[in-house]
């Protein structure tokens, strides 16, 4: 693609503005050639649909990111119930066993899905579910991971664990976080292993997630993926 340099390195939003105005300039003036201009975040994004319909030869496509936060509350959904006689939220002004997060990741071209619920996001919880992601496959292999722009995820610690392991990441552009494919697994995790629930501890959550992801897995016949050892891996 061609572009102008001086659109290309300023940030998404400026570059569209500019790109704009010289694409109307040029439409005036009929003295500029047709020149096509794209930003940034287009080659980005090109850059990851093209991880998701072809896997680099010698690499594995794997998207990553947090699903939370996950409360002691009751949860909206869909269930049985006696006509007339709908179930009713019980009341939740106190809360205190706070929240935790599904680190979860998702193998493109393996189509397997698995993850881990923490109690939280930081660094040092990433490193941990990334260590164990590196298990799962041989050192030689690359990994592309393809991850939003959220500030842990760009932490230098993270980024020198991910040079020493052989893993590239690949951040999405900024407000696109809808391209990395994970999402759209969230939905049905949710409504299958999280909504119209009320838990009573955090523990009778973590386990039914577990067994969702293990059916899951085995119903789309990916239990042998490289992925699929995620949980068994200490």
């Given at each position: 693609?061609?572009?102008?340099?001086?659109?290309?390195?300023?940030?998404?939003g400026e570059a569209v503005q500019q790109a704009k105005f010289l694409c109307q300039r040029q439409a005036i003036n009929h003295t500029w050639g047709a020149t096509l201009f794209?930003?940034?975040?287009?080659?980005?994004?090109?850059?990851?649909?093209?991880?998701?319909?072809?896997?680099?030869?010698?690499?594995?496509?794997?998207?990553?990111?947090?699903?939370?936060?996950?409360?002691?509350?009751?949860?909206?959904?869909?269930?049985?119930?006696?006509?007339?006689h709908p179930q009713r939220f019980r009341a939740t002004y106190r809360r205190l066993h706070g929240t935790e997060?599904?680190?979860?990741?998702?193998?493109?071209?393996?189509?397997?899905?698995?993850g881990q619920v923490r109690k939280?996001?930081?660094?040092?919880?990433?490193?941990?579910?990334?260590a164990r992601l590196?298990?799962?496959?041989?050192?030689?292999l690359r990994l592309y991971v393809?991850?939003?722009?959220?500030?842990?995820h760009k932490n230098v610690r993270l980024k020198a664990f991910m040079a020493e392991h052989n893993i590239q990441p690949v951040y999405t552009?900024?407000?696109?976080?809808?391209?990395n494919a994970i999402e759209c697994h969230f939905t049905p995790l949710k409504s299958f292993a999280i909504g119209a629930t009320?838990?009573?501890?955090?523990?009778?959550?973590?386990?039914?997630?577990?067994?969702?992801?293990?059916?899951?897995?085995?119903?789309?016949?990916?239990s042998n993926a490289p992925l699929a050892k995620f949980p068994r891996i200490k």
């Open positions: 693609a061609v572009g102008d340099p001086a659109v290309a390195h300023q940030p998404a794209v930003t940034r975040s287009t080659c980005v994004k090109n850059a990851v649909l093209d991880l998701y319909e072809r896997c680099p030869e010698g690499g594995a496509v794997v998207c990553f990111d947090e699903c939370g936060p996950l409360e002691l509350r009751p949860l909206a959904g869909r269930g049985w119930a006696p006509i007339g997060q599904l680190l979860a990741f998702y193998d493109i071209h393996a189509d397997c899905l698995v939280r996001k930081t660094v040092d919880d990433l490193l941990t579910v990334f590196r298990s799962c496959y041989l050192l030689a393809v991850m939003d722009n959220l500030n842990t552009p900024t407000y696109a976080s809808w391209l009320d838990d009573p501890s955090h523990d009778y959550r973590r386990r039914r997630i577990a067994r969702y992801l293990t059916w899951r897995n085995r119903s789309k016949g990916t």
